[in-house]
C-alpha cells in the first residue's frame, strides 16, 4: 500500500504504463491533500485533487504497513547497500558510517548530519545542474529563515497552519500508520519532526536535496529533549532518482513542495515506481 499526501501549487501527473492503461492529469492549486493508492488508476478532477487506485485485493487490510527500516538502496542501479559502521539506521549512524553499492561499487557517506544519497555523492569531478528554484532553498539563508518567517507566510495562500495540516493528514494516513513516511522536500523538517513525534510511524524519512535544510533541520532535532532519533532519518537525494528499496515505503508526504521540483510529473511517477517492483526510467 502506497499513499502521497500533498499541498501545493500546479503539477500535472503521468501515470506509468505498467499501471494499466496510461492516463494523464492536470491539478489546479489547493491547500487540500492529494490522495493517492495503488493499483489500477481512477481519477476524477473536482475542487480537492484526487487521485485514488484500487487495490488488487477486493478486501483492504490496514495493518499492511511495513516495519522494516531497511529501506535504502543505489540511487543509480536501485540494489541493496551493503552498510560501513553503524548499522542502524537513524540520524545518529550518519556520522561515521557510509552504505556501499555491492553492483555499482560506489559508496554513499554519511555527512555527520544526513546520508547524501545523490548519484554526484563523493564526486568531485561530476555535478548536477539545477534550477533556479531548488538551488535558492540550497542557500543557508533560506534554510535558517525557513521556520523564523518564510512558512507562516503561508496562511496566505489558504494553509491553516502546521498543526490543523498535520491533523488533516492523519485521516488520509491512516491505512498505512505503522509504517515507513517519506517527507519529500522536507526543508528544515517542519512536518518531518511532527510525524516522529507523533509515534505513528515506525521510521520517520526528511528528504531534501538541499544539504543546508537537513543541516538545519539536524539541529532543531538536537534542540528538542526526548526527540525519538532511533526512528527518524535524514537524506538528501533527487526527487527523480530516489534511493529506497521496492515496496520499503508507505506513505509520503509533500508539503507546499511539488511546484519546486523541475518535473513534478516525473516526481510522482517516481514515487510510485519505488513501491513497485521495478526501476526509475
Not at 549512524?93 to 553492483?103: K, P, V
Not at 517542519?190 to 543541516?215: C, P, T
Request: proline share 6%; charged share 15%; with cysteine.
Amino acid at each position: 500500500m502506497a499513499t502521497i499526501v500533498s499541498s501545493s501549487s500546479f503539477f500535472s501527473v503521468s501515470l506509468p504504463g505498467r499501471l494499466g492503461n496510461s492516463r494523464r492529469c492536470s491539478v489546479k492549486p489547493n491547500p487540500s491533500p492529494i490522495f493517492i493508492r495503488k493499483f489500477v488508476a481512477k481519477i476524477r478532477a473536482s475542487s480537492t485533487a484526487f487521485i485514488e487506485t484500487k487495490p488488487s485485493e477486493p478486501s483492504f487490510v490496514e495493518n499492511e504497513a511495513s516495519t522494516s527500516k531497511n529501506v535504502l538502496a543505489c540511487p543509480i542501479c536501485y540494489k541493496p547497500l551493503t552498510w560501513i559502521g553503524d548499522s542502524s539506521l537513524s540520524i545518529e549512524s550518519a556520522a561515521g558510517s557510509s552504505l556501499q553499492c555491492n553492483t555499482c561499487k560506489k559508496t554513499y557517506s554519511g555527512m555527520g548530519t544526513h546520508f547524501d544519497m545523490t548519484a554526484a555523492s563523493g564526486s568531485k569531478d561530476y555535478g548536477e545542474l539545477m534550477t533556479p528554484t531548488t538551488e535558492f532553498f540550497r542557500m543557508p539563508f533560506m534554510s535558517f529563515i525557513y521556520e523564523r518567517g518564510w512558512r507562516q507566510n503561508f496562511v496566505w495562500g489558504g494553509f491553516p497552519g502546521p498543526e490543523k495540516e498535520f491533523e488533516l493528514m492523519k485521516g488520509y494516513l491512516k491505512p498505512v500508520l505503522g509504517g515507513n513516511i517519506i517527507d519529500a522536500s522536507c526543508g528544515s523538517g517542519l512536518f518531518s519532526r511532527i510525524f516522529a513525534k507523533s509515534g505513528l510511524f515506525s521510521l520517520v524519512v526528511a528528504l531534501d536535496y538541499s544539504e543546508n535544510m537537513l543541516k538545519q533541520c539536524y539541529e532543531f532535532v538536537q534542540q528538542e529533549a526526548n526527540f525519538p532519533k532511533e526512528n527518524f532519518l535524514l537524506v538528501r537525494a533527487d526527487i527523480s532518482r530516489l534511493p529506497f528499496a521496492a515496496s520499503s515505503i508507505d506513505a509520503v508526504h509533500a508539503g507546499a513542495a511539488i511546484h519546486c521540483w523541475p518535473s513534478p510529473s516525473t516526481g510522482v511517477g517516481v514515487f510510485f515506481q519505488v513501491n513497485f517492483d521495478y526501476p526509475c526510467c
